[in-house]
């Protein structure tokens, strides 16, 4: 082996070296929470119960896993439909798609500088030079047509990692990306699901406020009769058909809730309100979840999609660190052509007419008023506050969690407690209109006990209602099972390997 060999060997080792290392910090994830709960006393494995529709008791389980549809537990079939409409045709999701397909994009675009840029360019030029200076051409014509014809071919060397480093960013940011249509499925899902129990729970107030004015019908003819025999007031008659006028006034408020929540619906599902929504839904017809999931605040990071972004985007700022240290350092780039010239196109690439050229440029920063030094400074001050986002966003989704246990706990509690409310002021206000159809119970005492189940029954309808929505913010805090999520899978695979 001669020494030239050896000199040749030796750089091309060195260069390689070299392209195999990249300035800036290595990322490294941030270690997981140490909490084992979340609260400081044992949070109760089982809920209290209350007999109808949402009173069954739930039972926490640190073992079970989150289904990826997890809305089925709920046992609607209508509700199911809704929400499998609402994935095909609604517009953020769609929206979300295209921003995870164009990040991959800039992904692929970036990779493109992993090789060289080949260019192939024909330049015919006609040129009437000076007499008094020498041709350009063989021919020693002062007029002239030149054709040119070369291809040229340049190469940065990504010594220092700075291209490395820009396609790691530009994928954590697709990651991250892809994390926020996860999140965009779940704000979706959770959405109409909590939309149908808003439906069902303003049905059942409606259908009992409807029921409340009935009886306050009938209790106001029961009066006016006692008022035919002098037995009753004018001002016991005035005092009942107030309470009902009140009455009547909340019917139009409900009205209005339940036309507005119909007109989500149909949003979430991408159409416009005058199509609306064929499936409609009761509380009767929502089956609460007997068992419900209980992750770790160390799992909690790897489940929940704002968290899984928040990381990528911390890891999209590490590597611009990277990106702004290797700007600062020398840079390498090759060049080479490899052409023909003629005065006749048809002499172009016959003996005597090629050309060619090879040439390396090392370009390296020597002043620029500081602009770099700057920019790696922003770049590391981002790096720090991408940090401090990613944690702020890991305490708010424990406390999220935290939120929702509580209000699993206590709002069971607050069930039972409006249901032995209800059914003492049903209790009370039979007693009284028996008392009052016999003229035992004075006009003031039977508006009392009808106000009394009027806000005992609302109440009620409210509490059970709030058992569904618990258990939907419970589904939603712990990341709504995505991993399970039949799609997801080829929604990572087709934005990793899509067309180059």
């Avoid at 499998?84 to 500088?113: P, T």
């Avoid at 330049?123 to 020498?134: C, G, K």
């Amino acid at each position: 082996m001669t020494k030239t060999t050896r000199l040749s060997m030796l750089a091309l080792s060195v260069t390689m070296a070299l392209a195999g290392c990249a300035v800036g910090p290595d990322y490294k994830r941030p270690q997981a929470p140490q909490a084992k709960t979340y609260a400081p006393t044992p949070i109760a494995s089982e809920t209290a119960s209350a007999p109808g529709s949402g009173g069954d008791a739930q039972h926490l389980l640190a073992s079970m896993d989150i289904p990826g549809q997890w809305w089925t537990l709920f046992h609607s079939e209508p509700l199911n439909g809704l929400i499998d409409d609402a994935l095909k045709h609604n517009a953020d999701v769609e929206a979300a798609h295209a921003s995870l397909q164009a990040a991959w994009e800039a992904v692929y675009a970036q990779r493109g500088a992993y090789f060289p840029s080949v260019n192939a360019s024909v330049n015919p030029t006609r040129q009437d030079d000076a007499s008094d200076v020498a041709s350009g051409v063989a021919s020693n014509a002062d007029l002239y047509t030149l054709t040119t014809a070369q291809v040229s071919v340049s190469y940065v060397l990504d010594i220092w990692g700075a291209n490395r480093r820009q396609v790691e960013s530009l994928t954590a940011q697709a990651n991250a990306q892809r994390f926020q249509l996860e999140a965009t499925y779940l704000s979706l899902t959770s959405n109409v699901v909590n939309t149908a129990i808003q439906e069902a729970s303003l049905r059942a107030q409606i259908e009992l406020t409807q029921k409340i004015i009935d009886e306050q019908e009938s209790i106001l003819a029961t009066l006016k009769r006692q008022h035919e025999l002098g037995d009753v007031s004018d001002a016991a008659i005035a005092a009942q058909v107030a309470t009902l006028e009140q009455s009547r006034a909340t019917l139009p408020p409900l009205d209005k809730q339940l036309a507005q929540q119909r007109d989500l619906l149909a949003t979430l599902t991408g159409r416009t309100p005058d199509q609306g929504v064929d499936a409609q839904f009761q509380l009767q017809s929502l089956q609460l979840p007997a068992e419900l999931p209980l992750s770790l605040p160390a799992q909690l990071v790897e489940q929940r999609p704002d968290v899984r972004a928040s990381e990528e985007q911390l890891h999209a700022a590490s590597a611009q660190v990277g990106v702004a240290i290797a700007n600062r350092l020398p840079n390498v780039q090759i060049n080479a052509s490899l052409g023909s010239a003629s005065e006749k196109t048809s002499q172009l690439f016959t003996a005597g007419s090629g050309f060619w050229a090879v040439g390396a440029t090392v370009t390296q920063p020597l002043f620029d008023g500081g602009a770099l030094k700057h920019k790696q400074r922003g770049a590391e001050v981002a790096y720090r506050q991408a940090a401090a986002q990613y944690r702020s966003t890991v305490l708010g989704a424990v406390q999220n969690v935290a939120d929702t246990l509580h209000a699993i706990d206590a709002d069971a509690r607050a069930l039972a407690a409006a249901e032995r409310a209800e059914q003492a002021a049903a209790h009370s206000l039979d007693i009284a209109r028996r008392q009052l159809a016999l003229g035992d119970l004075s006009e003031a005492a039977m508006l009392n006990a009808q106000l009394a189940w009027q806000q005992a029954a609302l109440s009620l309808v409210q509490a059970r209602a709030a058992r569904y929505s618990d258990t939907v913010a419970l589904f939603q805090s712990l990341g709504g099972g995505w991993w399970h999520r039949q799609d997801a899978g080829s929604v990572a695979s087709t934005s990793a390997s899509g067309s180059r």
